[in-house]
């Protein structure tokens, strides 16, 4: 009888036991600590981290996630590169530094067609339609840039051949708004959402969207380490679980992700608003990379002189953790 009752007290000492483990770690005690970049700190479709974080969806999948901003998908490289990520959110197109050697590879494609990328032009611009863009200047962030490719997209579109539509690079959007204001350019490729805080301000307005020029696109995609995903795929697996989570909750709560995203990049829920109901379409379910929309990604590679060849699946991306299951 004595040593029934011991291995009751034992049993139940060791469920009482697990259970603290249990509720240290849905308290973040036991959370899996990653670092996550995004390469840019002004994209809606890139506040999802902050969405994830002050939601406790990352929390709820055993992640501590600490966000940090870069400027731009080189910079965002050289961080996974140099160990200082773990993850990044970063553009399609930049998986061609994969293809390059850089040490990290794309897991994960999370927004198809880029609709949330457009051409602005000034309030008072006597530009009214897309035709009336042939030899215009449009400002774009970089050479061999997903906006430059963008702009020379439209322009063979119209029939006006790749350079109908002139480019200059002008880097960050404040410099690009400053050379619209006085007219040294007639319009810029740039995020939608920071078109409809101009049109707010009767600043500018956003001429046409990007995404009927490129219905068939991977916009955005998640980045890992090599290393990391050599060493320790259950992460990987675990971060991206937590990540579409996010994304499928910001599908279905858009009064709460309005809130979290208007604060995320300062502007108001009007916009914020009308950003969410453009943009919430571009988001990828589980993560699948859509075969005929890697083929324009890799052309792209060639129209704009980023690579000399075509390279192979494998090179830019990996299908170990897709489809991401709920």
Known sequence: MRVTMLTRRAALAGLALAAGWAGAAGTGWAADKVRVGKAADNAWTFSTLEVGKEAGIFAKNGLDVDIVAVAGDAKLQQALAAGSLDFGLGSGPSMAFSAKGAPSIAVAAFAGPPKNLSVVV???SPIKT???LKGKTLSVTTRGSLTEWLAKRLSI??????DGVKTVALGAFTSSLAALRTHEIDGMMTAVESGYSLEEKHDGRVLVDMGQFAPKFITHVVFARKQLVHDNP????KFLKGFFDVLAFMKAN???TIDITSKVLHLSKAVTAKTYDYEISMFNPDGRFDPAAVKVIKDSFIQMGIL????PDSAIYTTEFVPVKP
């Not at 579109?157 to 790749?162: I, K, R, V």
């Not at 259950?234 to 697996?237: C, D, I, K």
């Open 122 to 124: 000034a309030a008072d």
């Open 130 to 132: 897309v035709k009336d």
């Open 157 to 162: 579109a119209e029939g006006w051949g790749p």
């Open 234 to 237: 259950a992460l990987v697996r």
């Open 254 to 256: 858009r009064e709460k």
């Open 308 to 311: 000399p060849k075509k390279p």
